[in-house]
């Protein structure tokens, strides 16, 4: 299979900082990869790099074979769209002329749009729901609107490589699902950072876990999301399970970071731990802090009485 990104030894480190470090890593063309990890772990800073938005202080990247800097910027638009979390400038556009805007590179520059261009406008609204929003101005949609909007115009703009940062920021479930389901629908190779990590593994071909600007784990879902890692790296206990639908890795976190609260499992000592009489989930110990993989333990078992470790209610 045809590689559509080869990223190799990229490290930025502004005023001096590291904020990516070393980090490399391969998708095949076609692919849907979750960019994941913990607030600060440098994911925007990282697709930055690849939209060219940031240049690295040393690395390379290539994209479908060839350097990104060796392509003009028109040629760049064809190759790549990009989804932004941040709400664009362009509050003046209605939606219709704000998704027309990816036609942009596929148009000479005093071109008139064809009924072509107008029906895959009004395709791409309709696929993320919004074609009866089509006349009214951007600016006056919902945050998760917007959201769709801009997914529909890096439709129309039919790249071989979507980058997308957060693109389920805004949305409400039924949304989140639909719009990644349609992303990878497109039979485009994607990139998408995104914090649900039980979404990410539903939905995305590979995962790349990231923290502290530094490449953690890259591979499948069952390969990354592991409970240690889970708790070195984001400091939560968790149950990695298996989804019932898809088989792919399921994960239930517990809670109790600060102080056990009644209902919401209990704070177990060492002690307790080390009798071996505790069947339940999970335990933080202590209690207040991030956890970690040492102070995660997880016991397959699961107590379901009221008021037990992991019981409920
Ligand atoms: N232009 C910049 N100059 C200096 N430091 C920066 C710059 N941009 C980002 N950083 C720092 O780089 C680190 C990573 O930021 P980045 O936004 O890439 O992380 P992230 O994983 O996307 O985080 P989040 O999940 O919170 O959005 C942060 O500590 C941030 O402050």
């Given at each position: 299979m045809s590689l559509a990104l080869k990223v190799q030894q990229l490290s930025w480190l502004p005023g001096g900082h590291s904020v990516l470090a070393d980090v490399g890593f391969e998708l095949p063309s076609g692919k849907m990869l979750g960019l994941i990890g913990p607030n600060g772990a440098g994911k925007s800073s990282l697709l930055r790099c690849l939209y060219r938005y940031i240049r690295p202080d040393s690395g390379q990247i290539q994209l479908f074979g060839q350097d990104i800097n060796s392509l003009s910027a028109k040629a760049f638009a064809k190759e790549v769209a990009v989804v932004l979390q941040d709400t664009p400038a362009q509050l003046a556009l209605d939606l219709t002329q704000l998704v027309a805007m990816g036609l942009t590179p596929h148009k000479g520059l005093f071109d008139m749009p064809s009924a072509t261009d107008k029906a895959q406008v009004q395709a791409a609204l309709a696929q993320v729901g919004l074609q009866h929003k089509a006349a009214e101005p951007f600016a006056q949609l919902s945050g998760g609107e917007k959201q769709r909007a801009l997914i529909a115009r890096a439709i129309v703009q039919r790249p071989k490589l979507l980058i997308l940062d957060e693109p389920t920021n805004h949305l409400d479930i039924r949304y989140q699902i639909q719009i990644l389901e349609l992303v990878r629908s497109l039979g485009v190779t994607v990139i998408a950072s995104i914090h649900d990590l039980n979404l990410a593994s539903a939905l995305c071909d590979e995962l790349l876990l990231l923290d502290n600007g530094r490449r953690i784990a890259h591979g499948?879902?069952?390969?990354?999301?592991?409970?240690?890692?889970?708790?070195?790296?984001?400091?939560?206990?968790?149950?990695?399970?298996?989804?019932?639908?898809?088989g792919r890795p399921l994960i239930h976190?517990?809670?109790?970071?600060?102080?056990?609260?009644?209902?919401?499992?209990?704070?177990?000592?060492?002690?307790?731990?080390?009798?071996?009489?505790?069947?339940?989930?999970?335990?933080?110990?202590?209690?207040?802090?991030?956890?970690?993989?040492?102070?995660c333990v997880a016991h397959k078992e699961t107590d379901r009485r009221p008021g037990s470790v992991g019981g409920g209610a």
């Open positions: 499948s879902p069952q390969s990354v999301l592991t409970e240690d890692r889970i708790a070195g790296v984001f400091g939560v206990c968790c149950q990695v399970g298996t989804h019932p639908q898809l976190y517990f809670y109790g970071y600060q102080s056990p609260e009644p209902g919401h499992g209990k704070a177990l000592s060492s002690a307790a731990l080390a009798s071996g009489k505790v069947h339940g989930a999970a335990i933080v110990e202590p209690m207040a802090g991030p956890a970690s993989a040492e102070t």
